[in-house]
C-alpha cells in the first residue's frame, strides 16, 4: 500500500460505550481502531472519533491494506456494524463511477471486494480499471494508461486465484487479452473457459470469439505480409498475397479490404470499391473502410457520394484526424463553409499543430473572412481536502441507508449478493 494514503489514519482506543455482540463477532478492546483525520487536520480531536469516521477509516484499511495486521477484524467489525454495507457500497460505487468519480469510485468498490470477495466484485473493479484506462488514454496519459490496464489484468488474475476457473472471470480474462492483442494468451482463457461454462448464449457469443481468434492466428502471417507490402510501397505483391487469401477465405473481410487498398493505390477504383462494399456486406463497418470507399467514389466523380460515406467514417470514429481533414477539405472546395468550420474544429482540435490542417484553416478564412479562435484549454484542479471530507460524508451518508444520486443504467454485477 502506498504510505501516501496512510496520511489522513490515526488509530485510538475502543471508545467508551460502544458495544457490538453478536453470534459471529466479539468487540476486542485491545484492539486499536482506525479513524481518518478532518480535513486540513493533523491532530486527531475527541469530537472527530465517531462511529462514522472510525467505518470510513476501517472501509480505508479494507480498501487499500489487506497486508494490514487486524485486516480481518476490521473486515467482521465493518459487517457486525452494517451487514448491508457490501452491497450498499456498490450502489455507491456505480454511481461514482458513472459519475466518472474514478478515484472515490476505486476506493469503494476494492471495499466490496475485500468485504466480499466474489467474481463479481472482481469483475466491477477491474471493469472500472478499464475505464479509467481509456479515461488516460484520451487525456494522452499513457503511462497512467498502461498502470490501469495493468491494474485490470491483475485484477482479474487475482480473481482466478481467489476462486479458481471461474466461468465469469475467465471470459473477461479472455476478452480483456483479445483487446490488449496477446490473442495467444486469449485463445488459453477462452479454451479454458470452454471446459467449465454452462451451457447458454454467453457460451455461444465466446465459441465464435475463439472461432475468430483461431482463424486469425493460423492465417495471421499472410494478412501481416499483405499488409507489410502494401506499407513498403509494394501493393502488387499485396494483391497476389490477398487473391491467394480471399479464394480461400470468402467470407472474411480482411482479405477484401487489403486488397480494396492496395487497388486504390493503383488507380484501380472501380475494383477496390466492389471489394470495399463485400466489407460491409460481410458485416465488417469501419471509419477505414468508408474512408477508402469515399476516395474511391471521389476519383469516380461521385462527389456527393464521397461525402456522404466520410460523413459516415466520422460518426463512426470522431477522433480520426484523417477523415475529419478530408472532410474539411471536400466542404471547402464546395464552398459549404459551416459544415467545413465544423470540421475544421474538429480537425484541429486532434491535431494541434498539423501544418495541413493549418492550412485549411488559412484557406477557410480567406474564403469567409472569419477568423477560428485559439482553442481554449480547461484545467480541473482537484482539492484533496474536500475529497477527504466528501469520503467521509457519503460513508455516513451509506451507513445511514441514504441512496446515492441517480444516474443511468449500468452493467456492473451486484456486489452484495
Known amino acids: 500500500m502506498e504510505k501516501d494514503k496512510l496520511r489522513n489514519i490515526r488509530y485510538v482506543k475502543v471508545p467508551e460505550g460502544m458495544h457490538i455482540e453478536t453470534d459471529s463477532f466479539h468487540l476486542n478492546p485491545d484492539i486499536m481502531l482506525p479513524v481518518q483525520l478532518m480535513p486540513g487536520s493533523s491532530r486527531l480531536r475527541k469530537e472527530d472519533i465517531t462511529i462514522e469516521s472510525i467505518m470510513a477509516g476501517m472501509l480505508f484499511i479494507i480498501a487499500y491494506d489487506e497486508a494490514a495486521e487486524n485486516f480481518q477484524y476490521y473486515r467482521e467489525l465493518v459487517k457486525a456494524l ?46 472500472l480499471y478499464s475505464y479509467m484506462a481509456v479515461d488516460a488514454r484520451d487525456k494522452k496519459k499513457d503511462e497512467e494508461e498502461d498502470e490501469y490496464l495493468s491494474k485490470a489484468r491483475h485484477t482479474l488474475l487475482d480473481g482466478l486465484r481467489r476462486f479458481g476457473e471461474d466461468e465469469r472471470i475467465l471470459a473477461e480474462l ?81 482479405g477484401y479490404f487489403l486488397r480494396a487498398w492496395a487497388m486504390r493505390k493503383m488507380g484501380r477504383y472501380e475494383e477496390a470499391r466492389k471489394d470495399l462494399l463485400k466489407c460491409l456486406e460481410l458485416g465488417e463497418s469501419s471509419s477505414d473502410i468508408y474512408n477508402e470507399l469515399s476516395i474511391c467514389e471521389l476519383e469516380c466523380g461521385n462527389r456527393t457520394l464521397a461525402k456522404t460515406y466520410l460523413e459516415t467514417a466520422a460518426d463512426l470514429d470522431p477522433e480520426n484526424l484523417t477523415v475529419a481533414s478530408n472532410l474539411s477539405y471536400l466542404y471547402l472546395g464546395d464552398k459549404e463553409f459551416d459544415e467545413a468550420r465544423e470540421y475544421l474544429e474538429r480537425a484541429r482540435f486532434l491535431s494541434g499543430d498539423d501544418k495541413i490542417v493549418a492550412s485549411l484553416i488559412e484557406e477557410y478564412e480567406k474564403a469567409t473572412g472569419e477568423k477560428i479562435g485559439e482553442m481554449v484549454h480547461e484545467e480541473i484542479v482537484h482539492n484533496e481536502e474536500e475529497d477527504d471530507d466528501a469520503y467521509q460524508e457519503e460513508i455516513a451518508e451509506i451507513m445511514n441507508g441514504e441512496p446515492p444520486e441517480e444516474c443511468g443504467c449500468h452493467h456492473h454485477h451486484g456486489g452484495g449478493q
Open 82 to 127: 452494517d451487514p448491508t454495507i457490501a452491497e450498499r457500497l456498490n450502489e455507491a460505487a456505480i454511481a461514482k463511477e458513472q459519475q466518472k468519480d474514478y478515484d472515490f469510485a476505486e476506493e469503494l468498490f476494492l471495499a466490496v471486494y475485500h468485504l466480499l470477495p466474489q467474481s463479481a466484485s472482481c469483475i466491477n473493479l477491474a471493469t
Open 174 to 254: 479472455s476478452s480483456f487479452e483479445a483487446y490488449m492483442g496477446n490473442l495467444e494468451d486469449a485463445k488459453d482463457y477462452l479454451e479454458r473457459y470452454m471446459s467449465v461454462a454452462s451451457e447458454g448464449e454467453k457460451k455461444q457469443e465466446m465459441k465464435k470469439l475463439l472461432s475468430r481468434i483461431s482463424f486469425q492466428l493460423e492465417n495471421d502471417e499472410d494478412i501481416k505480409a499483405a499488409y507489410d507490402y502494401i506499407m513498403l510501397g509494394e501493393p502488387e505483391k499485396t494483391i497476389e498475397i490477398t487473391n491467394g487469401f480471399v479464394k480461400k477465405n470468402p467470407k472474411i473481410w480482411n
